[in-house]
């Protein structure tokens, strides 16, 4: 099973949701998967033109020349694609948005109804398999994940690919600001290393797994809290810098 992962956060390998791509990528890895995680935030992918340059005039290839070329034929031959992304306003980071938007040379132009849906058909040399969202927020609800979940899903049903879960970690800050080697800060990142296992062995990620990396790591009121000292400490250190 091939699997690529693409991580859109600014942050890169410093980041917060590098920390579950890492350990769920490991996890597959172990399990005989072969895996590649790109930070696309080290590419250039510029914003789709939409001029359907590439279902008119040159089927099935973009007309810009940047680094979109290669990562589709990364996709294209890939089993899974997991999208990794912090929750930004809402949605994915906007250089996850470019990729997303650059999918579409790997779609026909012609409409077809598929369940009495307007759809498109993927082109013969594109794989099928599954899509995984990866995300952390700063909020400290699950529910900050909504829009991105209902977007990923509606993504995967055009794409004709399974949804085969969400990793998604709210209150995402508490890795950055807890003891390192917290006891629930570990059980998070090993639920997030079996979520890869159970990947390859199952072809699906547990409920039980998911919630696991979803679970409640610090109280509402204490969780605002020792972030606002944070930001105090921060502000004040960059203030008495100057
Ligand atoms: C521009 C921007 C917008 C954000 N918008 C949201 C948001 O709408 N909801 C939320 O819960 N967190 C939001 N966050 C917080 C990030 O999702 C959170 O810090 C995340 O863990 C960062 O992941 P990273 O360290 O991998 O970049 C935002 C952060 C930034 C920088």
Known sequence: MKIIALNGSPLRSLGNTAQ???????????AGSDVEEINITNLKINPCLGKLVCWINTPGKCCQNDDMASLLKKLKGSDVWVFASPV???????????VLDRLLPLLEPYLELIDGHCRHALRPDVKAGKIVLISTCGFWELDNFEPMLTHLKAICVNAHREFAGAL???????FKYMVKNDK????ILAAAHTAGSELVNDGMISQDT???????????EEYIEMLNLNF??????YRDAK
């Open 20 to 30: 579950l791509v890492k350990e769920f990528l490991n996890g597959a890895r172990e």
């Open 88 to 98: 930004y306003w809402d949605g994915v980071t906007g250089p996850m948005k470019n």
């Open 168 to 174: 998604l970690r709210p209150h995402g800050a508490h």
């Open 184 to 187: 629930t800060a570990k059980d």
């Open 210 to 220: 998911l919630s696991r990396v979803s679970q409640e790591v610090i109280a509402k």
């Open 232 to 237: 105090d400490k921060l502000i004040l250190k």
